[in-house]
């Protein structure tokens, strides 16, 4: 691939939280984008949302930090926060697509709608045209 652009990435919640506690589990490509000075940075509610819903439910180790220090985790890479509108919530709700899961539906949407690049290792995004997919 040719010199990344600078954005804008909206990170998917693995992403996310690799890019906080194991920076070397990233893609090449994900990686420079997400250390690059000029980038800009998504983080989308749903990514908040995911990862209560995960600490909650007991399913994702060491949540309670992810929890408590999102928006300290969110400013130390330089990101925005990324709102969820009706506009996603519909989309989401409607896409064509055999995916269920309604995080990662939510994060496609916002990407379609707002023509952010998704910063994602989720091979279910492949198959969703108009979502450009980065690792």
Partial sequence: MGRLN????LLDTHAFIWAITAPDRLGVEARTAIEAGDSQLMVSAAC????????????????????????RHTSRLRAI???????????????????RDPFDRMLAAQAMLEGWTLITRDSAFAALPGVRVLW
């Fill in 6 to 9: 600078s954005g804008p990435f």
């Fill in 48 to 71: 908040a949302w995911e990862i209560a819903t995960k600490h909650r439910l007991g399913k994702l180790e060491k949540a309670d930090v992810l929890v408590a220090g999102h928006g």
């Fill in 81 to 99: 926060d990324a709102a969820i509108t009706a506009e996603h919530a519909l989309l989401a709700g409607s896409l064509d697509w055999e995916h």
